[in-house]
């Protein structure tokens, strides 16, 4: 009987299975067709983030849509971050079906260059974003050899965090004019707090920079810089910069053992985050770490879980070292690029204008992601304003906004990625005592260049 | 025999069997089946081979057209601290990790040959480690080994080991990332458990009667029997081995971490392709590696004509 079964005329024949698998992938191919752009209608990829920030930007896509007279926009969220991203958009863009406007949480110079992204100098003149709108120190982050690349339309602003409750507990002042003004000054502070109990850290004060991401900022502290835009050359291992690792590795063989393992076993004291790698809650929060230096993207998190032991934190200025003279600020920004083959160029600027001065103040009120187009009227986080009141949020804002004005031009090599290795690569073996600082730098120096080099060859 | 002989002779010379009409649709019909496998082979193996080869030759940001530079990306390759490192971390990985495997999934295979109750059931719980998504399985070993608060370190600590750092200490943490590796050991097993099954029952009698030790008739019987399982496990084993990524790259990131330690040929690769959009530099890497790969497997290949041993080998 089950031969009989087998047998019927309705058993799939090797014409309905090559049917089956045409159909089978045209089905396959039709979510692609679905990400695939058309004109008129808006496409826009974002690499990573949460639901909010997901849901905000499709509101924010779909509103000037709507108001554009635009058909129905595409709002394609999370991506992947880093080189996950990155792959997908190159993808696309080397397909010839790129999105119309893309967000990059990596600086757009180097695939600019390349040809990856459209100049948008011509588009800007005469628009409600002028080149004039924008920060200079925070542009550069989009610019290589004259052409724009890209605008970063919001950025997490990097100052000082510290936990006001911890320094009024020592009888420190907490107010942010006291806050020092140095590195020496804020050396001898964090001395007051740390406390290590063996070889366990209980309590840190302030911690030398281990983040590679941001050494440029401090390397602007002190008089310095990592890579030279005017000139295209690399100064990883200049004077300023000598000085300025030679003064961590001072300061944290005399605070800190001069151990990184003894620091990491006790705790996530690099920044304010629960660690993924290690479920490790961060030390900040958990009223362990008197201060840090970090982006204002923490404000919109820091009430939530982990929830902090304590309720008043501050920001205050970044301090400057011994070869600096006066404090500068730095930013991880949020770019945004419209990629080359985009089928609705004009349209994807005219979202990025709206966006730059109106879309970014309801963005900034759920995710504290700073407005940096001079144009925009802030108005305050409402997580902040629930948590520490108007007055507070209004402050702080404020406050962002001088430190987004003072930012130290950053993300601005063609071989960022590749420069920013180097520097983490360099940062860990001085701190692992593979290699004392001048030759860790000068390393690094040489790599960077040689690397720089070969991408500007042609 | 003579008429065996004599079909035998008309067999050879007569012209070859023309295929009927029925044949002819059954060879147009085992082509278009195969079709789809060799065009993928083709479009999705052999073009981006050749590419490779190609690619390798230029300078290629992936944005824009490749453009012609000779052997620059191999001179390049050799003076590459970071290249140099990670190879130097991969055959080192390669060296300790194969016959690790290889042991311990021989042992695996054993046991469970011998298991004859829920047998079923243990080679399943084997094999699922090899399912699990090899970033899982990273993610939880790395939460498993967190230096203070982890389980592993917990219980080093109660039973009184002083514990390493398995994966901040630029000493542990090669080692640490040859432990994972060995943990989805279930091919190499069920590979191993095939080979032991098909050893004749008569065989395994006689070395019994022959010699009561056990490990005479490991080291005389079983392995000599295996050798092939044993082989193409070698061979697997190398290959994936110098190809090891998804490990590293979720322990260590693109540098590595720490200090260089978790640095590894593929990761080196990537990130040169990806990360600093060197695909020229890559494909050169992918080139080498592919020709180092392929000359270890052949060397092999060569020793194995004398510890591999076939049914049915004259020798």
Redesign the interface.
């Known amino acids: 009987m089950s031969i009989m079964t087998y047998a019927t005329p309705k058993a799939l024949s ?1 014409r309905s299975f ?1 049917q089956s ?1 045409a159909a089978a992938g045209a089905a396959l191919a039709m979510p692609g067709a679905a990400w695939s752009q058309a004109e008129g209608q808006l496409l826009l990829w974002l690499p990573g983030g949460s639901d909010l920030f997901c849901k905000i930007h499709t509101g924010l896509l779909d509103s000037f849509s709507a108001k554009a007279g635009l058909g129905a926009a595409s709002t394609v969220c999370g991506l992947g971050q880093d ?1 996950e991203f ?2 997908a958009l ?1 993808g696309s ?2 397909a010839g079906n790129p999105p119309d406007i893309s967000m990059l949480w990596d600086s757009p110079v ?2 600019g260059a ?3 992204f459209m100049p948008l100098d011509e588009m800007m003149k005469g628009s409600q974003i002028p080149i004039e709108t924008w920060p200079a120190g925070l542009l550069s982050s989009c610019q290589f050899k004259g052409a724009t690349y890209g605008l970063p339309v919001t950025a997490g602003v990097y100052s000082m965090w510290y936990n006001e409750e911890l320094f009024e507990a020592k009888g420190i002042p907490s107010d942010r004019a006291s806050f020092p003004k140095t590195w020496a000054d804020l050396r001898k502070l964090s001395k007051e707090f740390t406390e290590w109990d063996g070889d366990t850290l209980k309590v840190a004060g302030f911690m030398p920079n281990r983040v590679s991401e941001t050494m440029a900022i401090w390397s602007a502290l002190n008089g310095g810089m990592l890579f030279d835009e005017a000139n295209l050359k690399y100064v990883l291992d200049s004077e300023q910069n000598i000085e300025m690792m030679n003064f961590f590795v001072d300061w944290f063989e005399e605070e800190y053992k001069g151990d ?2 003894l620091i ?3 705790g996530n004291f690099r920044d304010g985050y629960a660690d ?5 809650g961060p030390a900040f929060r958990e009223g362990r770490q008197a201060g840090m230096q970090s982006g204002s993207w923490l404000m919109g998190d820091i009430y939530a879980d982990p929830v902090p032991v304590f309720t008043r934190w501050n920001l205050a200025p970044n301090p400057y070292g011994p070869s600096g003279t006066a404090s500068v600020s730095g930013t991880w920004p949020n770019w945004f690029v419209i990629p ?1 083959g985009s089928k609705n160029a004009q349209a994807a600027f005219d979202y990025l204008s709206f966006l730059a001065v109106e879309g970014s103040v309801e963005w900034y009120q759920q995710i504290p992601d700073v407005p940096t187009n001079s144009q925009v009227k802030l108005k305050a986080p409402t997580g902040l304003v629930e948590n520490r009141g108007q007055e507070f949020a209004d402050d702080l804002s404020t406050f962002l906004g001088t430190q987004a004005a003072i930012v130290t031009p950053m993300w601005n090599s063609p ?1 960022q ?2 420069g920013n ?1 180097q520097v ?2 360099a940062i ?2 001085i701190y ?1 005592k ?1 290699q004392p600082v001048k030759e860790a730098l000068a ?1 690094a120096q040489a ?1 960077s260049q040689a ?1 720089l080099e ?2 500007l ?2 | 025999m003579a008429i065996l002989a004599k079909e035998n002779t008309a067999g050879a010379s007569s012209p070859p069997r023309r295929l009927g009409l029925a044949g002819r649709g059954e060879a147009r019909a085992g082509f278009l089946f195969a079709l789809p496998w060799m065009v993928g082979l083709t479009v999705f193996t052999i073009i981006p081979l050749l590419l490779t080869f190609y690619i390798a030759q230029t300078k290629f940001q992936i944005v824009g057209p490749p453009k012609y530079v000779g052997l620059a990306n191999y001179a390049a390759m050799w003076i590459d601290p970071a290249m140099w490192t990670s190879a130097r971390n991969t055959m080192f990985f390669a060296v300790v990790s194969v016959p690790i495997k290889l042991v311990i999934a021989l042992g695996l295979a054993l046991l469970l040959n011998r298991v004859t109750a829920l047998s079923g059931f243990y080679r399943t719980v084997f094999y699922l480690p090899f399912l699990m998504p090899a970033v899982a399985g990273s993610i939880v070993f790395m939460l498993l080994l967190t230096p203070d608060a982890g389980p592993v370190n917990i219980a080093l600590k109660a039973l009184g080991f002083s514990p390493p750092d398995w994966l901040l200490d630029p000493k542990a943490a090669l080692w640490t990332i040859i432990l994972l590796s060995l943990w989805p050991l279930g091919v190499e097993t069920l590979v191993f458990l095939g080979g032991l099954q098909n050893i004749p029952q008569d065989v395994s009698e006689a070395a019994d009667l022959d010699s009561p030790r056990g490990w005479h008739k490991l080291v005389w019987i079983t392995i000599p029997l295996i050798s092939p399982m044993i082989l193409f496990n070698l061979v697997i084993g190398i290959i994936y081995s110098f190809q090891v990524f998804t490990q590293a790259l979720v322990v260590g990131g693109t540098t590595g971490k720490p200090a260089e330690a978790t640095l590894m040929y593929m990761v080196v690769l990537y990130r040169a392709a990806f990360r600093y959009f060197n695909v020229g530099y890559a494909a050169a890497m992918a080139t080498v590696l592919f020709v180092g790969v392929l000359l270890l497997t052949l060397l092999i290949f060569r020793t194995a004509r004398s510890w591999v041993h076939y049914e049915g080998d004259s020798r």
């Open positions: 090797r090559l698998s080189t990155t792959q190159i863009i080397t180097s695939l390349q040809g990856a990184v393992n990491d076993r006790s993924g790698n290690t479920g490790m080359v071989v990625s590749f290795d983490a690569r860990e073996k692992t593979a390393e790599a690397e070969r991408v060859a042609g």
